[in-house]
């Protein structure tokens, strides 16, 4: 009996693959990125930032995106092709990835970030921080239109 029940899905799942070519549930806007991976999109800002790429920043963003930092300012793209510029981050790791569908062209990839940006006038970005990008679909392309970037405060 319970063989029976388990091939029953095995074919229920097996037929639901073949009539959508892909597993269900999987997101449209993941299978858009080249990578596969909605969450290598906002990797690719963080590299282009690091390796001092603005025009690759300006071209992953929205013309309206808007990004409010750790530091609680709002900055919008400009500001960030700047900071590519200037070198500011000097290195990154990005783990505990999720992605979320919001709307048919629309995706949220929040992150865990540990972050190093050079030191300045305003000091050091905290290093510990939990990151969150809205992506939009703009004709065959996802830009990021909104990040928000929160301080992680271990409490002891």
């Known amino acids: 009996m319970m ?27 993941q299978r858009m990125t080249p990578e596969g991976h909605a969450g290598e999109s ?27 930092g750790s530091d609680g ?10 900071a590519a510029r200037e070198g500011r981050l000097k290195s990154y790791q990005i783990y505990d990835v999720k992605i979320m569908d919001v709307g048919e062209d629309v995706i949220l990839v929040s992150y865990n970030l540990i972050v190093t940006e050079a030191e300045g006038d ?16 703009q004709g065959e392309q996802l830009r990021l239109k909104f990040e928000q970037s929160s301080a992680v405060r271990h409490i002891d």
């Open 73 to 82: 300012r709002v900055y919008d793209r400009d500001e960030l092709m700047d």
């Open 3 to 29: 063989r029976r029940w388990l091939g029953m899905v095995l074919i229920g799942w097996v037929a639901a693959i073949s009539a959508n070519g892909q597993v269900v549930g999987s997101s449209p806007l």
């Open 122 to 137: 305003n000091g050091l970005a905290p290093r510990y921080q939990r990151v969150t990008d809205l992506w939009v679909k």
């Open 42 to 68: 906002s990797r690719a800002v963080l590299e282009a930032q690091k390796t001092r790429d603005p025009e690759a920043v300006k071209n992953l963003l929205t013309a309206d995106f808007t990004m409010v």
